[in-house]
Nanobody, 116 residues
Framework: VQLQASGGGLVQAGGSLRLSCAAA????????MGWYRQAPGKQRELVAV???????NYAGSVKGRFTISRDNAKNTVWLQMNSLKPEDTAVYYC???????????WGQGTLVTVSS
């Protein structure tokens, strides 16, 4: 199973970006899918997660600005990021948990840079 993330880039503060991540391979089902980020010198942190039923959870720092969504049929998750701030600068990683194999899979990361 591979996760391919895309959509990162350079944007000015206040701007928007949309990240996408598609899972491919021998997939029976995916429960939770999510986005994490890691800024330079910091630990990886949860940004947002979405269950197969559509339930969501967000980090406090992104609530009201970021929206996570998914298409179960396409095994794809998106992260719409609005009102971006310089502190959102990080490498963003997508994640998917496959309960049939009990494994968390990670994408390769996509860099988001927000300039002030």
């Amino acid at each position: 199973v591979q996760l391919q993330a895309s959509g990162g880039g350079l944007v000015q503060a206040g701007g928007s970006l949309r990240l996408s991540c598609a899972a491919a391979g021998r997939i029976v089902s995916i429960s939770h899918m999510g986005w994490y980020r890691q800024a330079p010198g910091k630990q990886r942190e949860l940004v947002a997660v979405i269950s197969s039923g559509g339930g969501t959870n967000y980090a406090g720092s992104v609530k009201g600005r970021f929206t996570i969504s998914r298409d179960n049929a396409k095994n794809t998750v998106w992260l719409q990021m609005n009102s971006l701030k310089p502190e959102d600068t990080a490498v963003y990683y997508c994640n998917a948990y496959l309960p049939t194999v009990g494994v968390n899979y990670w994408g390769q990361g996509t860099l988001v840079t927000v300039s002030s």
